[in-house]
């Protein structure tokens, strides 16, 4: 039930509708319009929400949603068909019979299929199943696939769980080849909004008669507002790829209520869209505003009631004359501890989708299950990494609230949501914050599940990692980055190797499941940078330190410090384009001219087998396709490290 409080009556009647708009997660609601819709509420604005990306997916992959593909792809000239398009049709029924209960399977309503779908008689299989028979090839010398091992290890809820993804991303190929080719489960049309200067490519594409997703997302967005009956809807874009379908909605909503007020707001646009100076924006949305939601919304809802004008509200881009202006009036943001506490009433928590990519350990919790997203506190309490975004709001404004109030958060959340489990979506949780959230939960006797990243800082000592897992900690993320004393020092990041290998020991002795994230590529990076950070990350793992890792490619965005000192960093900056929309990657040249690209693939091979356990005590020389030298790094460096601690 909604726990709506009433507005006080001399103000006009405002409900405020926050849309999440495709694609996100599909195993959780993305939180940004828990978030406002708890803070709105708990401020006596009538909200609700509604989550579109879940929706879109869940209607396209329906059997209705499926004859409409068919009649879409049958429509198209046979030549222009793609074979994976082909055989969908040839496969039409298989397909259609087995949707519905496949969904139903994965999100958990109908557990007993499992046995069905592990036959593998059930589910046609499309070139996405081609990845399994790696798994089990017994002829291969070199022992199979890593995967083959975790996929035979799988009980049939899991097997049947991967099954069923694969089956689905097999159809979200389809709906590539045959609708939109820049469709995909986790984005949409990406490229349109991702750091483009000019919102030119998005006006045309916006401009293309819709397609079948676009439809069926209009369609959606409609019936939303139809239902709710708003007068100002927010549409909350957290990547850029959602920003294309956040306008089409937009699109729809202005052509069927021109005086409905949309709002555009979230992680990308408070990234991406700070110099904004396009127009043409403004003919989809009224408003867009930058970094922390909460005190812009206020003042624009002041300024929709007639209690503010427009030239005094907060961190908001709107178009006068037709040119886009910059209106701020400088209030103090709502202190973290004031913001209330998230609410999921209205979205369809028992719609989601427990997908299983089966990536890695940490992968795995962020696409397996519901979790309840949380942040301990607002922005990053280090604030000093060179590769960060540490000028923007996100990052720098660190605020922090008591562990009372967020204990007393959780339990509500979970008195609402029947369900335990939290993922602290901080960039790096304070551990001050952390140990006093553990005390105060141990205190209440609370009893939850809960993950998040941190930094490896010295202060995680073995007690407190034990006084952490007993508060519910089940697995921990933080930044390794490049495994290099040099390099830590050069980006700020405040930990040293040794250090790191204390920390993250610590943390699984107490049964904490450990992921670090890896970089390559940052400024100055040798070939032999790159060979002794893996001889580091492979004794990590065979001295039990981490269990599971990724590798991402260095990129510098302009709100760096890397991005904004080049010089400091030995790097020299390309020259951007004139902006008048989408800013933030930033291309450079690096004097040392190392092939990142092909040192990457072989980091990601050996982080592969290493997570499987493979190869531990082979040559970190073995994974590279050309010759590299031997790693400097002593073979028991982490050894005595650990020893030492
Ligand atoms: S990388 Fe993480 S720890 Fe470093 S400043 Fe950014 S958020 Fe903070």
Not at 70 to 87: F, G, K, S
Not at 337 to 361: A, F, Q
Not at 569 to 574: E, H, I, K, M
Request: charged fraction near 20%.
């Amino acid at each position: 039930m909604r726990s709506v409080t009433t507005a006080p009556t001399d103000h006009p009647p405002l409900r405020v509708l926050s849309l999440i708009p495709p694609m996100t997660q599909l195993n959780t609601p993305y939180p940004s319009t828990a978030y406002l819709t708890g803070f709105l509420r708990a401020r006596g604005i009538d909200a609700v929400q509604d989550d579109l990306a879940l929706a879109l997916v869940l209607r396209l992959l329906s059997a209705d949603g499926l004859q409409q593909v068919r009649d879409a792809a049958t429509a198209a000239p046979a030549a222009q068909r793609t074979p994976l398009v082909q055989a969908f049709l040839d496969r039409f029924d298989q397909y259609s019979g087995t949707i519905d209960r496949v969904i139903a399977f994965l999100q958990g309503r109908d557990s007993t299929l499992a046995h069905r779908i592990a036959t593998r008689a059930f589910l046609p299989e499309g070139p996405r199943f081609a990845s399994l028979d790696v798994y089990v090839d017994p002829d291969d010398e070199s022992g199979g696939d890593p995967m083959a091992w975790a996929f035979g290890a799988l009980g049939v809820q899991d097997r049947a769980r991967h099954l069923a993804t694969l089956y689905l991303n097999d159809l979200a190929d389809v709906l590539r080849d045959a609708i939109d080719p820049r469709f995909e489960f986790v984005r949409y049309a990406e490229r349109l909004a991702m750091s483009q200067p000019s919102f030119e490519p998005l006006a045309q594409a916006l401009a293309a008669p819709p397609n079948l997703i676009d439809s069926t997302l209009q369609t959606l967005a409609l019936d939303s507002v139809a239902r709710h009956r708003p007068q100002l809807v927010l549409l909350s874009v957290p990547f850029p790829g959602a920003v294309y379908a956040a306008l089409r909605i937009a699109q729809a909503i202005k052509a069927a209520h021109p005086g409905l007020r949309i709002a555009l707001g979230g992680g990308y646009v408070n990234t991406e869209l700070r110099e904004l100076a396009e127009p043409r924006v403004f003919d989809y949305v009224d408003f867009v505003t930058l970094d922390a939601g909460e005190r812009p919304l206020l003042a624009l809802i002041e300024h929709l009631r007639g209690r503010r004008s427009a030239a005094r509200l907060v961190r908001c881009f709107v178009r006068e004359d037709g040119a886009v202006r910059w209106r701020h009036l400088a209030e103090p943001d709502v202190p973290f501890e004031d913001v209330g506490t998230p609410t999921w009433d209205g979205l369809p928590l028992d719609r989601y989708l427990s997908l299983l990519d089966m990536l890695n350990p940490m992968h795995r919790l962020w696409s397996d299950g519901r979790w309840n997203k949380l942040t301990v506190a607002h922005g990053c309490y280090w604030k000093k990494c060179s590769f960060c975004d540490v000028s923007l709001d996100y990052i720098g404004r660190y605020d922090a609230a008591t562990a009372t109030t967020l204990v007393d958060r959780i339990e509500a959340i979970v008195a609402e949501t029947g369900q335990t489990g939290f993922h602290f979506v901080d960039e790096a949780a304070p551990p001050k914050s952390l140990k006093a959230l553990a005390a105060e939960l141990e205190r209440r006797g609370t009893r939850i599940s809960w993950w998040g990243n941190i930094r490896f800082e010295k202060t995680f000592t073995p007690a407190l990692c034990q006084q952490l897992a007993d508060s519910g900690c089940i697995a921990i993320s933080g930044g390794l980055e490049v495994a290099s004393d040099r390099l830590l020092a050069l980006m700020k990041k405040g930990v040293s190797v040794d250090q790191v290998a204390r920390v993250t020991r610590g943390f699984a002795d107490a049964g904490i499941l450990v992921h670090a994230y890896l970089m390559y590529g940052f400024p100055t990076q040798t070939v032999q940078d790159t060979v002794d950070a893996l001889e580091y990350v492979r004794q990590l793992f065979a001295n039990g330190c981490i269990q599971s890792g990724f590798f991402h490619r260095f990129t510098c965005t302009v709100h760096s410090p890397v991005g904004q000192h080049p010089e400091q960093y030995g790097v020299t900056l390309q020259t951007l384009p004139p902006v008048t929309f989408a800013k933030n990657d930033i291309g450079f040249l690096d004097p040392t001219g190392v092939d990142h690209d092909l040192l990457g693939r072989a980091l990601t091979k050996a982080l592969y087998n290493y997570m499987h356990g493979i190869g531990l005590d082979e040559d970190v020389r073995s994974w590279f396709p050309v010759r590299v030298p031997r790693p400097k790094v002593h073979p028991e460096r982490i050894a005595r490290a650990l020893a030492a601690g």
